[in-house]
């Protein structure tokens, strides 16, 4: 099994829609991480939790949401989608060193 | 074929030879550097990583080079395998601000 998981791994929906896009991880790790990638541009990260009582906002933050429900589930939401929000989604973890990413959920706003 | 001192969006190189990917961080305060690799329809996977009291780190088949003064990070893959073809980012991070900020990546693409 997967150390990060993330639910859906594909997803189409409609303009306006409130969708959630969901993470676990087995990695023990507090440190959890949303990140948005559009082709051209990497990875640019939306928000970060340090441990379950605290949520960050990255640098593109607006549109978004995020609920870290337990040290191992972190979940973003959409509240009303839009086209541009068109992209991969990635979860990732960390400890003192480096991440480790999920599968990535691709979501299509039309 | 290799790219030096200039970070390319492309690169091609031929099976068997020796590739370098670049990249130019934009943080001075930035001590942790990890380089990740994305095959297609996958996330990104650690490959290697170098702090910032080391200039040079080596792996299997890969080396990091850090050049602190200029800001520079450098991947050099030895031998390039078909399996090697892939989107390779290079991140960077201050340690107590544990968020990892990554560059635009280059696609490797290597030749029969």
């Known amino acids: 099994d997967a150390d990060v998981t993330q639910t859906p791994r594909n997803r189409i929906t409609k303009t306006g829609k409130r969708i959630m896009l969901e993470c676990s991880q087995t990695?023990?790790?507090?440190?959890m991480y949303w990140y948005r990638q559009d082709p051209g541009l990497g990875l640019r990260l939306i928000y970060y939790?340090?441990?379950?009582?605290?949520?960050n906002k990255g640098e593109i933050s607006d549109g978004y949401s995020v609920s870290r429900q337990a040290q191992a589930k972190f979940s973003l939401s959409l509240e009303s989608a839009i086209p541009n929000q068109t992209a991969l989604y990635f979860c990732?973890?960390?400890?003192?060193?480096?991440?480790?990413f999920g599968q990535g959920t691709r979501l299509t706003v039309v | 074929g290799e790219s030096v001192g200039l970070h390319l969006p492309t690169l091609s190189v031929q099976e068997g030879d020796n590739s370098i990917i670049n990249c130019a961080y934009s943080?001075?305060?930035?001590?942790?550097f990890i380089w990740y690799k994305q095959e297609s329809g996958k996330g990104p996977q650690f490959i290697i990583d170098?702090?910032?009291?080391?200039d040079k780190r080596q792996g299997q088949r890969v080396t990091v080079l850090l050049n602190k003064t200029v800001k520079h990070l450098s991947l050099q893959i030895a031998a390039t395998q078909p399996g090697d073809s892939a989107v390779y980012f290079c991140?960077?991070?201050?340690?107590?601000?544990?968020?990892?900020?990554f560059g635009a990546g280059t696609t490797v693409t290597v030749r029969a």
């Open positions: 990732a973890t960390s400890d003192m060193g480096s991440a480790f």
């Open positions: 990695k023990g790790h507090d440190r």
């Open positions: 943080n001075s305060a930035s001590d942790y």
């Open positions: 991140a960077e991070r201050i340690s107590n601000d544990y968020k990892l900020s």
């Open positions: 939790s340090f441990d379950v009582k605290d949520i």
């Open positions: 170098i702090r910032s009291n080391m």
